[in-house]
């Protein structure tokens, strides 16, 4: 993984490639977080939804990484393979249930298909999801640096109905 690591507030802010976080404001305009920590977000998660006063402790990582990272899951590379079976929930004969918990998150099967839903989620000013299609050989990566993104789901929905033939 060569673009994704652990950042200073400094570094965040000396960084052009290292992107923003733009978190929805009551009036709706966004504001820059690394820029404005007396800021919070509209996220429902609460209060302190602002990214950029974790200046140590969140992880910065990029598409491809993420993208290498899936295969050296899918590859047995990054763990032997019964630990990789283990978390993504593959290879479990028998098993008739739609979707069922892994240790990477939800597996799902759609379209007869295995699909590993990564990870997922938000926080002021970020919207992210990472998914593997283990029967496809597909990774899925959505990342953005906006919150409140109406879109966002519907993005993912496309991204599983172009992989899988539903959704």
Same mark, same amino acid.
């Given at each position: 993984m060569t673009g994704s690591a652990y950042c200073t507030r400094n570094q965040w802010l000396a960084d052009e490639?290292?992107?923003?976080?733009?978190m929805r404001q009551p009036d709706g305009?966004?504001?820059?977080? =690394?820029r404005n920590l007396d800021k919070d977000?509209?996220?429902?998660?609460?209060?302190?939804e602002?990214? #950029?006063? #974790?200046?140590?402790?969140? =992880?910065?990582?990029?598409?491809?990484?993420? =993208?290498?990272?899936?295969?050296a899951v899918r590859n047995a590379? =990054?763990?032997n393979r019964p630990y990789a079976d283990l978390y993504t929930g593959a290879n479990r004969p028998g098993?008739?249930?739609?979707?069922?918990?892994?240790?990477?998150?939800v597996l799902h099967i759609v379209n007869g298909r295995q699909t590993v839903s990564g990870r997922g989620g938000g926080t002021g000013g970020v919207s992210a999801n990472w998914n593997i299609y283990l029967d496809t050989g597909w990774v899925g990566v959505v990342l953005s640096n906006?919150?409140?993104?109406?879109?966002?789901?519907?993005?993912? #929905?496309?991204?599983?109905?172009a992989?899988?033939?539903?959704g």
């Open positions: 490639h290292i992107a923003h976080p733009y305009s966004r504001i820059d977080a =690394v977000s509209l996220s429902q998660q609460g209060p302190g602002n990214p #950029g006063r #974790g200046f140590i402790g969140n =992880v910065f990582a990029t598409a491809p990484d993420l =993208v290498r990272f899936a295969e590379t =990054v763990l098993r008739t249930p739609t979707s069922f918990s892994a240790y990477s998150g906006y919150d409140d993104l109406p879109e966002f789901g519907e993005i993912l #929905g496309q991204e599983q109905r992989i899988t033939g539903q």
